[in-house]
Structures are given as structure tokens and as C-alpha cells.
């Protein structure tokens, strides 16, 4: 078992910055590959960006490439997600998965492990 906890959403304006957290624990770290997918009222979950286990591999959607950056501290257990250049596009309840693949895919249905997500808002 592997308990996540994402924190650092809040309100934010158009062009601004936040960075999101999971935290994870129960199990090594570093044995699961990370990935952060959204879901805003009213539209299907998406995927966000996502990471090996060892960092060597990353990959963004197209809609966040250049403006989010995924990363991790194995050591502490964290995953993060920087958000630059926020839009109110991006508004939307953000979770954090996990799953013992290296370099998991990009379906969320591949993910075994989720946490409660985090609240983005942006407003214009």
C-alpha cells in the first residue's frame, strides 16, 4: 500500500505560479513511477505530466508542456509539479498517482495508487 497526499493548491491569478506536493508513504519511494492528472467540473479526468522512478524519464501533455515541470526527491518521499504561466484553462481539482511500473503510462486506468487531489483555481 501507498498512501499520497497532494497540498499546495490554492487561488492564484492568470500568469501566476504554485507548486504542488505528494507526499507519499507506506512504501519505498522509489520503487513507483509518478504521475499527476486533473479533472475540471464538468470534464473527464486528464492526464498532466508524469516520471520514472529514477526521474530519467518525464513527459507533459501538450496543454502543459513549457509552462509545468514535474519532478522528485526519492529521498523525501515527494513528488512535485511547478506550475508556471497559470491559466484559468488549468482550474481544476489535481491528484497525484502512483504505480510500481518504471515509467508508468499515461492512462490513469494504469495507476494503482491515488491521492485525495488539490484545488487549482485561476482566475482571469
Known amino acids: 500500500q501507498v498512501q499520497l497526499v497532494e497540498s499546495g493548491g490554492g487561488l492564484v491569478q492568470t500568469g501566476g505560479s504554485l507548486r504542488l506536493s505528494c507526499a507519499a508513504s507506506?512504501?519505498?519511494?522509489?520503487?513507483?513511477?509518478i504521475g499527476w492528472f486533473r479533472q475540471a467540473p464538468g470534464k473527464e479526468r486528464e492526464f498532466v505530466a508524469r516520471?520514472?522512478?529514477?526521474?530519467?524519464?518525464?513527459d507533459y501533455a501538450d496543454s502543459v508542456k513549457g509552462r509545468f515541470i514535474i519532478s522528485r526527491e526519492n529521498s523525501k518521499n515527494t513528488a512535485y509539479l511547478q506550475m508556471d504561466n497559470l491559466k484559468p484553462g488549468d482550474t481544476a481539482v489535481y491528484s497525484c498517482?502512483?504505480?510500481?511500473?518504471?515509467?508508468?503510462?499515461?492512462?490513469?486506468?494504469?495507476?494503482?495508487?491515488w491521492g485525495q487531489g488539490t484545488q487549482v483555481t485561476v482566475s482571469s
Open positions: 498517482a502512483a504505480d510500481s511500473g518504471w515509467f508508468q503510462t499515461r492512462d490513469g486506468a494504469d495507476y494503482e495508487y
Open positions: 516520471i520514472s522512478r529514477a526521474s530519467d524519464n518525464t
Open positions: 507506506g512504501r519505498t519511494f522509489s520503487n513507483f513511477a
